[in-house]
C-alpha cells in the first residue's frame, strides 16, 4: 500500500536516514521501534511531507508522494498525528475537530465529529472548552481523533503514549487496536516497545537512520537481542 | 470641550483602527514586524489619487485602490518575505524595511513629495449638536471600523479559510499536517492586510482632505504598531480597543496639554503603559502547549 525505498533523508550535511526501505501492507498494523534519535520522527515527516527526502522512493497506490506538499498528501488519505499532540491550543476542541476535516469536502464532518464525541465522553463534555486547557491524555485523545477526522487510509501516529500515565498509556493503546480492527493501515512509532509489539502485526527496528531487524511483531517479541536491548530484558 | 476632543478622538482612532487590523492580522499569521505595512497602503491609496484625477468616478477609484492594495502585498509576501519565512526574525524584518523603501521611493517617483488635495465628495455634512460639531464622515468612518472588526472577525471563526488562517499562527506544520495550504492561505492574509490598510488610509486621506507619501509610516504602520501593543498584538478586538485609545489620547493631549508636543508626550504615555503592562489589554489566552 505504501511502499518507501532506498530513502535517504538528511539534516544540512548529516544522513539522519540512510538507504531505508519499509513497505506497509493494507489494513496491517506496522511498528517502528527504536531509540530516541534513531530517526523515527523524521521518517514520519518525509512521508507527509514535512521533510524532503534527498534520495529514495515513497510510493502510494502507485503514486509517487515525493514533491508532495503536506496538505496534497493527506488529501491523498495519509494523516500525520504528529509526536507531542500538536493540538491547537487556541482553538475549541470541536473547531480542532473540524480542523481535521480541512480536506474533506463532504457534508457528513457534523456527523463524524458526533461519532467521536460518543465514543470518546470526555471530549464531547469538553467541546467548546479550548484545546489548550485540556489535560495530556485528552489532547492525545483529541489529537487522533482529529487526524481521523480525515477518514484516512493510513494513519501516521508518532509516540502517542509519550508523557501519558501508564493507565492513559493502556487506553491509547487500546484505541489504536480499535482504529485498526477498524481496517485503517497504521504505522505506529513508539519508544515504549513492548506496548507497541503487542498490539502490532509487523515490526521494524530501527537505529541511527538503519533498519537493524524486521520481523512479525510476535517473532520480534521473542527475539533474544531485541528483548535484551528494547524490551528491558 | 471635553466632547469635542472625545469625537475627534474617536474618529481618528477607527482609522488607526481599520489600519491596525490589517496590519495585527499580517502580525499573527507569521509574527512578522513587517515594516512596509503603511508604506504598502499608501502606493494603494496614490493610486486612488491617480484614478480620480484622471476623473474615475471615487467609488470605483477606491475599489481600484483597495484591489491594488491586496494585490501588492501579496506580491510583497510572495517575493520579499517567503523565502525568508524560517530565517529567524531579523532577515524578514530587514527585508520588510528594504520592501517599505521601495514603496515609498515609488510613490516619490511618480507623485514627488507634494502634499495634494485628495477630493473624494464624501465630506459629508456638520451636525451641530449642542456645542459640539459630528461630521457625517466622523460617523461613517466610526461604523467602517466597527463593522470591518465584524466582519473579519467572523471570517475568522466561521470559514474554513478563517480557520486555517488561526491554525496557521499557532503553528505551521500543524496547520500543514491537517491539510491547510500554507501559502496560499498566507498570501490571502497578506492581500486582506493590504486592503483593510487602503480602507484605512483613503479614510485617513478623507478626514483631511489630503495625501502625501508620509501617511505611510509615520502615520500608519507607527500609529498601527502602538495601538497594537495598546491593545494586544495579534488580537483583532485589542487592535480596535488598542487603536481607539490611541486616537482619544492623542486628541486629548493635543486638546489640553500641546499640539507642538503631542508625539513627544504620546510616546511618552505608551512607553509608561509598557512597563506597566507589557503584554496588551488583549493578548492571546493562552501560550500553546507544546
Known amino acids: 500500500m505504501l511502499a518507501i525505498d532506498n530513502l535517504v533523508v538528511s539534516y544540512g550535511k548529516i544522513d539522519a536516514l540512510h538507504d ?13 521501534i527504536g531509540a530516541n534519535g534513531a530517526g523515527k520522527t ?32 493527506i488529501a491523498l488519505g495519509i494523516a500525520h498525528c ?57 489532547q492525545q485523545m483529541l489529537a487522533i481523533c482529529r487526524a481521523l477526522m480525515s477518514r484516512p487510509k493510513i494513519l501516521l501516529l508518532d509516540e502517542p503514549s509519550m508523557g501519558l500515565s501508564p493507565v492513559l498509556v493502556k487506553e491509547v493503546f487500546k484505541i489504536i487496536k480499535d482504529i485498526h480492527d477498524e481496517g485503517v493501515t497504521i504505522l505506529l512509532v ?34 533474544k537481542s531485541i528483548q535484551d536491548s528494547y524490551l528491558g530484558g | 470641550m471635553f466632547l469635542q ?28 514586524l513587517n515594516f512596509a505595512h503603511g508604506d504598502v497602503y499608501a502606493l494603494g491609496c496614490f493610486v486612488v489619487l491617480g484614478l480620480v484625477t484622471a476623473g474615475i468616478h471615487p467609488i470605483i477609484a477606491i475599489l481600484g485602490g483597495v484591489v491594488s492594495g491586496y494585490i501588492l502585498n501579496i506580491l510583497v509576501e510572495r517575493f520579499a518575505y517567503r523565502s525568508v519565512r524560517f530565517s529567524g526574525r531579523v532577515t ?15 510613490i516619490l517617483k511618480i507623485w514627488g513629495p507634494e502634499t495634494y488635495p485628495m477630493k473624494l465628495g464624501f465630506r459629508g455634512t456638520q451636525l451641530h449638536l449642542g456645542g459640539i460639531v459630528v461630521g457625517t464622515l466622523q460617523i461613517y468612518i466610526f461604523i467602517a471600523a466597527i463593522s470591518f472588526m465584524v466582519i473579519i472577525s467572523l471570517f475568522l471563526k466561521k470559514t474554513k479559510i478563517g480557520q486555517g488562517i488561526i491554525a496557521i499562527s499557532q503553528s505551521i506544520p500543524t496547520a500543514a499536517l491537517l491539510g491547510v495550504p500554507v501559502n496560499r492561505t498566507i498570501s490571502i492574509v497578506y492581500g486582506i492586510g493590504g486592503a483593510l490598510g ?38 483583532l478586538k485589542g487592535a480596535v480597543i488598542g487603536a481607539i485609545m490611541l486616537g482619544l489620547i492623542e486628541s486629548m493631549v493635543a486638546g489640553y496639554v500641546s499640539t507642538l508636543y503631542k ?24 501560550a500553546e502547549k507544546i
Not at chain 2, 198 to 223: P, R
Open chain 2, 263 to 286: 508625539d513627544a508626550l504620546v510616546w511618552l504615555i505608551l512607553i509608561t503603559f509598557i512597563l506597566i503592562r507589557p503584554q496588551g489589554f488583549f493578548p492571546s489566552q493562552i
Open chain 2, 92 to 106: 524578514p524584518t530587514i527585508s520588510a524595511v528594504g520592501v517599505a523603501y521601495i514603496m515609498r521611493n515609488a
Open chain 1, 42 to 73: 523524521t521518517l514520519l515527516k518525509t512521508i507527509s511531507g514535512l521533510m524532503k527526502p534527498k534520495s529514495g522512493t515513497i510510493t502510494y497506490e502507485g503514486t509517487s508522494l515525493i514533491g508532495l506538499e503536506p496538505h496534497e498528501i
Open chain 2, 198 to 235: 487602503v480602507i484605512g488610509g483613503i479614510l485617513f486621506c478623507a478626514y483631511y482632505d489630503t495625501i502625501f507619501v508620509g501617511i505611510g509610516f509615520a502615520l500608519g504602520t507607527l500609529k498601527a504598531w502602538m495601538a497594537a501593543i495598546i491593545g494586544g498584538v495579534g488580537s
Open chain 2, 5 to 32: 476632543h472625545l469625537i475627534n478622538g474617536l474618529s481618528i482612532g477607527s482609522v488607526y483602527a481599520l489600519i491596525t487590523i490589517g496590519y495585527n492580522m499580517v502580525y499573527g499569521i507569521l509574527e512578522l
Open chain 1, 190 to 223: 513508539e519508544q515504549n516497545a513492548k506496548m507497541a509489539l503487542s498490539i502490532a502485526d509487523k515490526g521494524y527496528v530501527l537505529e541511527v537512520g538503519r533498519i537493524i531487524a524486521e520481523d512479525t511483531a510476535a517473532n520480534l517479541m521473542n527475539s
Open chain 1, 82 to 138: 504528529p509526536e507531542g499532540r500538536r493540538v491547537l491550543a487556541r482553538q475549541t476542541v470541536y473547531e480542532n475537530m473540524k480542523m481535521g476535516a480541512y480536506v474533506r469536502n463532504d457534508d457528513e464532518v457534523g456527523e463524524d465529529i458526533e461519532y467521536f464525541f460518543k465514543k470518546f465522553p470526555q471530549l464531547e463534555g469538553r467541546r467548546h472548552h479550548l484545546s489548550g486547557f485540556l489535560s495530556g491524555g485528552e
Open chain 1, 20 to 32: 531505508m526501505s519499509i513497505s506497509l501492507e493494507p489494513g496491517a498494523l506496522t511498528t517502528l
